[in-house]
């Protein structure tokens, strides 16, 4: 499974950023699927995540400003970011996981999302 994350980019406080994330090469449906983000010096860390049936769960720190999505016709999940701090500033990775033939996980390349104050 290859995941390809696009949509960071360079925001001012305030602003909004949208990320997509496709998956593309299984022959198997994807179960979950989230996103993660690194900053400078810290851990990775869970943003937010979505069920294949449309369940999501999301840090505390960016509840009320993100929402997660997903088409599961096209195999996508979306990140809409609003509200944007200067935090928020990182590497978001797409991850997903898929259970048949057996449990795997897969991650993206990751995309730079920088706020500006």
């Known amino acids: 499974v290859q995941l390809q994350a696009s949509g960071g980019g360079l925001v001012q406080a305030g602003g909004s950023l949208r990320l997509s994330c496709a998956a593309s090469?299984?022959?198997?449906?994807?179960?979950?699927m989230a996103w993660y983000r690194q900053a400078p010096g810290k851990q990775r860390e869970l943003v937010a995540g979505i069920t294949s049936d449309g369940r999501t769960n999301y840090d505390n720190s960016v509840k009320g400003r993100f929402i997660i999505s997903r088409d599961n016709a096209k195999n996508t999940v979306y990140l809409q970011m609003n509200s944007l701090k200067p935090e928020d500033t990182a590497v978001y990775y797409c991850?997903?996981?898929?259970?048949?033939?057996?449990?795997?996980?897969?991650w993206g390349q990751g995309t730079l999302v920088t706020v500006s104050s």
């Open positions: 090469g299984s022959k198997f449906g994807i179960n979950g």
């Open positions: 991850n997903a996981d898929r259970l048949l033939p057996y449990k795997s996980v897969y």
